[in-house]
């Protein structure tokens, strides 16, 4: 579900494989990103470019992992939004939580800055 | 104004694997009901992310047998409507009955965090009308205070109106939502 491409020493790329993700891999993406958190002790930049569906178990679980990434003192890093993801983000107001990118370089280049 | 009418039922089986591609279907019936005034990208995102939460509320709520989604339009608006018979929202039979209908008491806050405070607004018994406002970010501490439920809250912020209805007589549980053109 997520393939790690690029890891320095501060952060860590994972590209999102799936298309869609909602209550029926919410549970598995979650566990996915707790273990790659654990593993790495990195900040996640998530590349989700690939996903065109997603839903309101997929920003929780996107959510919850982002608060024990915080809890790790490392972060949960968006990059590659499709617009209508984006915008469904925005709509709820979760732009003012997790920092996000149009593109993994752009994004690893402001973690590098951090 | 271009006169346009329609109406389309659909039959979902709760099912995951088929969320997508009834998805698909319902945005398809929903960009032929699209009147010329209307503007496409804004509605069809709006119909995308609340198809797709009312689709995954009956995986999640409705059970066994089939969810029914009526789509109606017209030159002004449109409705979608989904309607189960599995267990009635949580917020059934929990109005304070001695509060007269309408009465600002029957807004209640259901949940809240610094981002979003989501409100249940009975306007009947087992009617129910949501409503959402922005949090103030000075309240912002830490991430730990975000909510993980977004379902009944994307809904509410994508459209124009969104009730709950509870059919006693039928056991129907009825979510209506309408978009504005």
Same mark, same amino acid.
């Given at each position: ?25 919410? #549970?598995?993406?979650? @566990?996915? &990103? ?7 002790? +990195?900040?996640?930049? *998530? /590349? ?26 490392? #972060?949960?890093?968006? @990059?590659? &939004? ?7 983000? +925005?709509?709820?107001? *979760? /732009? ?19 | ?181």
């Amino acid at each position: 579900m997520i393939t790690i491409v690029k890891e320095s020493p501060k952060y860590m790329i994972g590209e999102v494989t799936i298309t869609e993700a909602n209550l029926s891999n919410s #549970d598995e993406f979650k @566990a996915e &990103l707790v273990k790659l958190l654990d593993e790495h002790q +990195k900040v996640l930049i *998530l /590349d989700l470019q690939e996903l065109k569906y997603v839903d309101s178990a997929f920003l929780g679980a996107l959510v919850s992992a982002l608060k024990y990434a915080i809890s790790l003192k490392l #972060d949960i890093v968006l @990059a590659g &939004l499709r617009n209508d993801i984006r915008d469904l983000i +925005k709509l709820i107001r *979760l /732009d003012k939580v997790f920092k996000i990118y149009n593109y993994a370089e752009e994004a690893s280049f402001a973690v590098n800055k951090m | 104004m271009q006169s346009c009418a329609c109406k389309v039922e659909f039959e979902f089986d709760n099912t995951a694997d088929k969320l997508v591609s009834s998805l698909e279907y319902m945005l398809g019936q929903v960009k032929a009901c699209l009147p010329k005034h209307a503007n496409p990208d804004d509605i069809l995102f709006r119909c995308k992310v609340i198809i797709t939460e009312l689709l995954t509320n009956a995986i999640k709520h409705a059970g066994k047998g089939n969810t029914r989604f009526d789509v109606e339009g017209d030159g002004a608006k449109l409705i979608i409507y989904k309607t189960d018979t599995g267990m009635p929202l949580y917020l059934v039979n929990t109005r304070n009955n001695a509060v007269p209908e309408n009465n600002a008491e029957n807004k209640r806050l259901i949940s809240a965090d610094p981002l979003s405070s989501l409100y249940a607004n009975w306007e009947s018994e087992n009617h129910i009308r949501f409503t959402s406002e922005e949090g103030s970010l000075d309240d912002f501490l830490s991430v730990e205070q975000v909510a993980e439920h977004f379902g009944i809250l994307i809904i509410t912020n994508s459209s124009d109106e969104f009730t709950y209805t509870y059919n006693k007589k039928t056991r129907e549980n009825i979510f209506r939502v309408r978009v504005d053109f």
